[in-house]
């Protein structure tokens, strides 16, 4: 049983559409991290968030915390190109440790 | 500068084979964690080190795996006997700090085993 649910798995979209990605869970969260992950490397980290409610942009990109830190969104606004990877929620609930969704893959069609 | 660094890149063995998969965190970094990804799915963790406190050892999934970090830098993760099961590629990431005052961990690019 995942700790982390990620919806959808896959989402292939035009270039210009928009898109939520979703993350949720029964259990309540410290903080929460978005990452993008491309082929063959380590996924990098996008943003943190701590408190119940953030919500925090980052250019096209935002991220909600649920109020209950139990679940989290990321909206992507005129999707490109460039965005097409995997996306992966992370959730900190003791004390170093993270707990990984099983991601999303986009791909962001020209 | 120098971000984590994996060796190898790729490793291909016979099942029963014994492996050892190496990780280079930043420098000055004092959490080390270590997480196995399966087809491009999420990460499980495996094992936290952090200074010289005793690791986390709790995401290991069987005795055949162990890891150890020496003079808190260079981390290399054993898994003896291995099985096709163990296939995956096994990512290494370091963060400044353990205390859970900075969140953000470094990754390196991984380990892609293969075991046939």
């Known amino acids: 049983t995942q700790l982390l649910e990620q919806s959808p798995q896959f989402l292939s979209i035009q270039e210009g559409e928009n898109l939520t990605v979703y993350c949720n869970s029964s259990?309540?969260?410290?903080?929460l991290q978005w990452y993008r992950q491309e082929p063959g490397e380590g996924p990098v980290l996008l943003v943190t968030?701590?408190?119940?409610?953030e919500v925090k942009k980052l250019k096209r990109l935002t991220f909600q915390f649920g109020d209950a830190r139990k679940d989290s969104s990321l909206h992507i606004t005129a999707a490109q190109t460039g965005d097409t990877g995997l996306y992966l929620c992370?959730?900190?609930?003791?004390?170093?440790?993270?707990?990984f969704g099983s991601g999303t893959k986009l791909n962001v069609k020209p | 500068g120098a971000g984590v660094s994996q060796s190898p890149s790729n490793k291909v063995t016979e099942k029963g084979k014994d492996v050892e998969l190496r990780c280079d965190p930043i420098?000055?970094?004092?959490?080390l964690y270590w997480y196995r990804q399966s087809l491009g799915q999420g990460l499980e963790f495996l094992i936290y080190f952090q200074g010289n406190s005793a690791p986390d050892k709790s995401g290991l999934p069987s005795d055949r795996f162990s890891a150890e970090r020496t003079g808190g830098s260079v981390s290399t993760l054993t898994i003896q006997r291995t099985q096709q099961e163990d296939s995956a590629v096994y990512l290494c990431?370091?963060?400044?700090?353990?205390?859970?005052?900075?969140?953000?961990?470094?990754f390196g690019p991984g380990t892609r085993l293969t075991v046939t």
């Open positions: 990431a370091s963060s400044a700090r353990g205390d859970g005052f900075d969140y953000e961990q470094y």
């Open positions: 968030v701590v408190t119940g409610g």
């Open positions: 992370a959730g900190q609930l003791n004390f170093n440790k993270f707990y």
């Open positions: 420098s000055g970094h004092t959490a």
């Open positions: 259990s309540v969260f410290s903080s």
